[in-house]
């Protein structure tokens, strides 16, 4: 069955699951005012900084006694840094269910070597919290971004526990609700759901990491880059803007225009119901097809940022070229760019839904899926 090419394109087609679409608001031109050519420990340079710090606290809600630093390395120095300060000093559990996830875990066991209990999940599954012991330190991601599974909420994570939870929250933050008093740390990237850049990380400790760091020393040695302690005091200055080395900042100016569009529209509550919105249109359309579904098995995990889609028709022959043909048409037609699964994910398809994205520009690409599936299938009748 051909079907004919939608009349309308989406006015943005940049659904890539990280870098993300810019807000919808974003022109080079705003960023005209970025201390450039100045010192970042200059007054200009560090109030850009603290602002950041201070906005991001005020939309994502994170209680005034919690610090936040801006750390190198995007999303992944801060969680390095994370499992490097504190892990180590009574035994950890290692949570994954997707490749981000799994690796941290290489990470906490071939690198640190420390003792881990190793708890995984296939790809569209989850691993029962409820198995997880939260005495121990337990490092996990809250949205698997090469699976679409998140965490549903935080109520198996007990508020007595006696380790800490290290949260990679990157695909999270911003459009999903983060339970504070759950997350002893918890990092994203600018990158993500406020399509800022990757240049740095975002690194939020609860009072609890901050008496860990300050009692415990690792048993390795920790680069500079890494140290939030100095004989055994918090760096205080890491967390109001001083950051360890030089940050971009273009890429602070960058951020601070994303998080004042997101204060303008309405804050965390309309960041996650953009998101959800984007998912919801998504979810309908595998609804009332049958040959797409949610790679996310039980619904109340289904992300509403990396929405990753797999083909259930059984004409198709190859399922990783037959996905990688249609996400090329797809591309091709400037419809929708940078959409097939991730490298180590099942074959299928991730469309981001984050609050950048707009609904209807979803809402004006999902014709075009319906258009590209037919066309391959047709594609490879033809070449049986
Ligand atoms: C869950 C998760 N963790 C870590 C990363 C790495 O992030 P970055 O490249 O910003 O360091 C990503 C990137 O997509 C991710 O999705």
Redesign the pocket.
Known sequence: MTIDQPATRPANPRFS??PCAKPPVFSLDKLSGAALGRSHRAKIGKDKLKAAIETTREVLGVPADYRIGIVP?????A?EMAMWSLLGARPATMVAW?S??A?WVTDAVKQLKIEAEVKTAEYGQIVDFAEVDFNTDVVF?W????SGVRVPNGDLIPADREGLTIC?A??AAFAQDLPWDKLDVTTF?W??VMGGE?AH?MLILSPRAVERLENYTPAWPLPKIFRLTKRGKLIEGIFVGETINTPSMLAVEDYLLALDWAQAIGGLPTLMARADANAQAIFDFCAERDWIDNLAEDPATRSNT?VCLKFTDDRITDGAAFAKAVAKRLEAEGVALDIGAYRDAPAGLRIWCGATVETADIEAMLPWLDWAFHAEIDAQAQAA
């Open positions: 699951s990280g390395a995007s999303d992944t120095g969680v997707e981000f996830g690796g991601t949205n698997g971004t090469t990679d990157t695909s990237s990158q993500k990757a990380g990396s």
